[in-house]
């Protein structure tokens, strides 16, 4: 469990670490869909830190200057979470100085699944079904694609993440885990992708 609250510290710090280097989006993955298979207690544990985080979000809103979203189902969640996030979006929802978007109750499949299903809800012709239109039903649609994505632990897997805007992303994966993440590793991590060329299937790199 010590690790769960470090974890936690660090995540309540990556927003000032990466926008202080000019990020200007940064999507952290709290909690996904299949974390519900976790033992009761443990589960148990991260809705209590989730609820730690989010006071304490709350209270430094009026002084930091940053967006809070949230991505994924509200279902299953504990109501006073949901609500607690739907207050942290309201209050933080004219912030310029960077977007946090907190991946909760979250799956890269489910999203674009819930895409669709809006799709067919609102009756749309499939002659008009594409690529940009699909987009435009994810989780906060004004989200740009990822530009970068890091896997810490050693894994060799995204586990779903971002499925949709991970298209084109770089990927970095890292030897340690989320708990031990540091400044230092958002300096590594912006050099690296600074020495990336990116072609987005085309024969010429774009900066």
């Known amino acids: 469990m010590k690790g769960h609250y470090k974890g936690k510290e660090v995540a309540s710090q990556a927003g000032d670490w990466f926008f202080a280097r000019g990020v200007k989006f940064l999507s952290l993955f709290v909690f996904s869909v299949e974390n519900w ?95 940009d239109l699909l987009a435009e039903y994810l989780y906060h649609s004004d989200l740009p694609p990822l530009d970068m994505v890091v896997r810490t632990s050693g894994e060799q897997r995204i586990s779903g993440f971002q499925l949709w805007r991970s298209a084109y992303a770089e990927f970095l994966f890292l030897d340690k885990y989320w708990p031990d993440f540091s400044r230092e590793d958002v300096d590594h991590i912006i050099a690296e992708f600074s020495r990336r060329q990116r072609r987005f299937g085309g024969d010429v790199s774009v900066s």
Request: proline share 1%; net charge neutral; charged share 40%.
């Open 37 to 131: 298979n976790r033992a009761s207690e443990e589960v148990d544990y991260l809705m209590t830190l989730l609820r730690e985080m989010l006071k304490e979000k709350m209270k430094k809103a009026s002084r930091d200057n940053f967006r809070f979203v949230v991505s994924g189902r509200e279902e299953d969640l504990p109501r006073d979470i949901v609500e607690k996030c739907r207050e942290l979006e309201k209050k933080t929802r004219d912030k310029t100085g960077g977007t946090i978007n907190l991946c909760l109750n979250y799956g890269g499949q489910i999203e674009i699944v819930d895409a669709v299903r809006k799709i067919i809800a609102e009756g749309t012709e499939k002659e008009k079904i594409n690529e």
